[in-house]
C-alpha cells in the first residue's frame, strides 16, 4: 500500500506561496535595499498575515472536528464584518488621503477572507481529489507565482 501523499502536496503549496510572497516583496524593494527591508516591520507582519491566512486554513481542514467547516468558513466571515464600516468611512471623508487608510484595509481585509476560503476549499477537497491533478495543481502555481516574482524584479529593475 502505498502512502498518500496528496497533505505533503497541499503543503508544498503553502510553502511556495509564502517563499514567493517574500521574494516578490524582496525583488520590489530592490535588492540593493534588502538590508532595509529586513529592518522594517511591515515586511515581518506581511509575513505572518501571509503564514496565518495559508497556513492555519489548512491546519483546521485536516483536523478532525465536526465544527472544521464552521472554522474554515467562518473566519472569513469574521474578516468580512468590519467592511460596512469601512466603506462608510470611506465614503464620508472630507479630506485628500483620509479614505485612503479604510479603503486600503478594506482591500486587504477582503483579500485575505477570500485567500483564507480558498485555501480552505482547496485543502479540504484535495484531500479526495486524484493524485495528478493534484501536482497540476501545485505546478500552474509555481509558474503563477514565478511569473509574479519575475513581473516584481522586472518592474523594480526598470523603475531604477
Known sequence: ????????????????????????????????????????????????ISIVISAVPVIISQSN?????????????LLLLP???LM????????????????????ALALSASIFAIFYAISVYARKWNIKFIIYLVGIEIVLFGAIIAISYFASYNLT
Open 88 to 107: 462608510n468611512d470611506y465614503s464620508t471623508c472630507n479630506d485628500i488621503f483620509c479614505g485612503l487608510g479604510p479603503f486600503l484595509v478594506g482591500i
Open 65 to 77: 472536528s465536526r465544527f472544521k467547516n464552521h472554522f474554515g468558513y467562518g473566519i472569513p466571515l
Open 1 to 48: 500500500m502505498e502512502i498518500d501523499k496528496r497533505p505533503f502536496y497541499i503543503w508544498l503549496a503553502v510553502i511556495v506561496e509564502n517563499i514567493a510572497l517574500a521574494l516578490a516583496i524582496v525583488f520590489a524593494a530592490g535588492l540593493e535595499n534588502l538590508s532595509d527591508l529586513l529592518e522594517e516591520p511591515v515586511f515581518y507582519v506581511a509575513m505572518c
Open 83 to 85: 467592511l460596512p464600516l
